[in-house]
């Protein structure tokens, strides 16, 4: 599976005439950052780089608006950590104890996957996008049928297994992949990032929002939940049961520790510009973290809905993720899933879905006399 370059030639020449076209310093601005990312995709697709002076901005310029708007996003997520403290350290806490509670174990058996051969692994992925609804099979169909996905991609800074480059000038992207294999965790990621592009193409593009997902809190709400539901998908059909128990069980060590930093986001007094610069970096990690957490807290909660009825999943999403901007709270966000909000803060779905996950795990490998750490 690789992109096709001609495809992403021809889309960097129509991002040019746009640019060329309009001459416009906001233009540039607001899609600085999709360009910078444009040019890291060029880069680890052909390994050419785009020259920025035809796009009336020089790379410098495009870190310098990028880094501008980081800061903006930066203030807002430091004001949402600020007034959710309480309800994020407490559900960050609940999560932590029922961990440490159960005696949460881990299973470090990656190659334990499934692999897959190209077809297989595009059927796999097709046939989980259609219990979501044809809207959705359509969109990811389209990403397929254009070559607009790539394995064995590189990038030599960011560490992320997969990325998802959208194109907001031209109403579309590119979904990334750094494995040079077929298996259920290439697979899962490839799922994640095209919840991504159908957060985008069916959300961000149609209403031209500014968007983008160091912008967005919920942002990885979408693409965490669609991933709970193909790792329910995987088990229940049969596909990858051990793979998919385990990469459950990964995204709950991920979400494993985060209630001790939350303090970080408090602004320290006479702070010095190396404080500053430290809390900056500190905010951003746990930006991060909140958005991950948030994302995999809410597909817990949301994973019996997909059970029961896929296709009012994606509805109570889609509505969730059209109004998130509206959100000014954890309890709003709560309120809007139609979670029961005791519920919510007692972490039941949470505790329950660990409480399965370990069962399994246990069932499987130690029934097989196999220890967990080898
Ligand atoms: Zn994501």
């Not at 809207?135 to 169909?141: L, P, R, S």
Request: proline letters at 2%; one cysteine or more.
């Amino acid at each position: 599976m690789q992109i096709d370059q001609k495809r992403l030639h021809d889309d960097i020449d129509r991002i040019k005439r746009i640019m060329n076209h309009s001459c416009s310093r906001d233009l540039v601005q607001s899609n600085a950052i999709y360009l910078l990312g444009l040019d890291d995709l060029l880069k680890g697709t052909c390994g050419e780089e785009i020259d920025f002076k035809e796009m009336f901005v020089s790379v410098r310029q495009a870190q310098l608006f990028t880094y501008e708007m980081e800061g903006k996003v930066l203030d807002e997520v430091k004001r949402f950590i600020q007034n959710n403290c309480e309800e994020l350290l407490k559900i960050f806490s609940v999560h932590d104890q029922a961990m440490d509670k159960i005696g949460f174990l881990t299973y470090p058996y990656p190659m334990d996957v499934y692999s897959y051969d190209e077809s297989f692994f595009k059927d796999v992925i097709l046939a989980f996008y259609s219990t979501l609804g044809k809207d959705y099979y359509k969109i990811v169909k389209k990403y397929f049928d254009e070559n607009r996905i790539g394995m064995c991609f590189v990038h030599e800074t960011n560490t992320s297994s997969a990325l998802y480059y959208k194109i907001p000038l031209l109403k579309s992207g590119y979904v990334v992949s750094k494995s040079q294999v077929y298996n259920t965790w290439s697979l899962c990621d490839i799922v994640h990032e095209l919840g991504h592009a159908i957060d985008a193409e069916t959300l961000m593009f149609p209403q031209s929002k500014k968007m983008n997902i160091s912008e967005d809190l919920y942002s990885e709400v979408f693409s965490l939940a669609i991933q709970r539901c193909l790792t329910d998908f995987l088990i229940d059909k049969n596909v990858d049961v051990i793979g998919g128990r385990l990469i459950d069980n990964e995204t709950f060590l991920d979400n494993y520790g985060f209630s001790k930093k939350i303090g970080c986001a408090f602004p320290i007094k006479n702070a010095t510009k190396k404080q500053l610069k430290k809390q900056r970096e500190d905010i951003l990690n746990l930006d991060d973290n909140v958005r991950y957490f948030l994302g995999h807290i809410i597909s817990c909660n949301l994973i019996n809905l997909y059970r029961a009825d896929p296709k009012e999943f994606m509805q109570t999403l889609l509505r969730f993720s059209m109004s998130r901007r509206e959100l000014n709270s954890l309890d709003d966000a709560v309120e809007k899933l139609g979670i029961d909000i005791d519920s919510f803060y007692r972490g039941d779905a949470v505790i329950n879905e660990m409480i399965d996950n370990q069962g399994a795990l246990k069932l499987i490998y130690h029934k097989a006399g196999i220890p967990r750490d080898n």
